[in-house]
């Protein structure tokens, strides 16, 4: 846990998974109660970690391999821990983060096979310490996800990101990969079944966090908002 009065909770799972859905029902549970809730995601969440998303989801830096992007992915990790994160924790805020280095651990390093040394080095300098107090996975078959996913981005102007277009297989890969962190990190990581209804989802999450806040979070009602 860090050392900051503020909560940090971060999101992760797969494609389609409901995090950001359910980081809204949180975020307005917890402001309910009176505290500061900062909602952000990854890649971006600062200036410029925002810049560096579009190249990175665009599919631009993909033509220079996995390193390049495993580092753009750092880059933008480090500006939003010193720009955003950790100055918010330390007002005590809770802040609320859709995806974060775990991500990396399993995009990059499990699925894009780049060596555990050179992801654990790159977490190290990004994080900086800010490590989460609580990781929540939303757990679903990548079936399911990428279906719910392919439905989001229906729309006209809206395309399969560079990580959606994947094979399927890659995607339940990904899926196993963020269950062996949960086991090897019981303490931070807990995992909730994203097939259950939205609102079972929603109970369960707040139930999860709420023990954690009395301690941790001292925030008053003024509510920021990144997204
Ligand atoms: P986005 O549309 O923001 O997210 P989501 O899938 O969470 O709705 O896309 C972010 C994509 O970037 C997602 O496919 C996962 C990928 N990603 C990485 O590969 N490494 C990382 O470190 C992070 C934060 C995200």
Redesign the pocket.
């Known amino acids: 846990m860090s050392a900051a009065p503020g909560l940090f909770v971060t999101f992760e799972g797969?494609?389609?998974a409901g995090?950001?859905t359910q980081i809204r029902l949180l975020a307005a549970a917890l402001r309910e109660r009176g505290l500061t809730v900062l909602m952000t995601?990854?890649?971006?969440g600062s200036k410029g970690a925002e810049a560096v998303?579009h190249v990175?989801?665009s599919g631009a830096a993909e033509a220079y391999g996995i390193r390049m992007?495993a580092i753009l992915?750092a880059a933008a990790?480090s500006d939003h821990v010193e720009q955003v994160i950790r100055p918010a924790l330390s007002k005590g805020t809770v802040v609320l983060c859709?995806?974060?280095?775990d991500?990396?651990r399993v995009?990059?390093g499990i699925t894009g096979n780049l060596e555990q040394s050179f992801i654990e080095a790159l977490e190290r300098v990004a994080v900086n310490g800010v490590v989460p107090d609580c990781t929540i996975i939303f757990d679903l078959p990548a079936a399911v996800g990428l279906e719910r996913?392919r439905k989001r981005s229906a729309g006209p102007d809206e395309q399969p990101?560079?990580?959606?277009k994947e094979e399927l297989q890659t995607h339940e890969k990904r899926r196993e990969a963020f269950l062996d962190i949960a086991e090897r990190e019981p303490l931070r990581c807990r995992v909730v079944d994203a097939t259950k209804a939205q609102e079972a989802i929603a109970a369960e999450v707040l139930a999860i966090i709420e023990p954690l806040l009395p301690i941790k979070a001292h925030g008053r009602s003024d509510a920021e908002h990144i997204s």
Do not use: T, V
């Not at 990101?161 to 959606?164: G, P």
């Open positions: 797969g494609e389609g995090k950001s995601r990854e890649p971006g998303r990175l989801l992007e992915f990790r859709d995806r974060f280095m991500s990396s995009y990059q996913a990101d560079r990580f959606e």
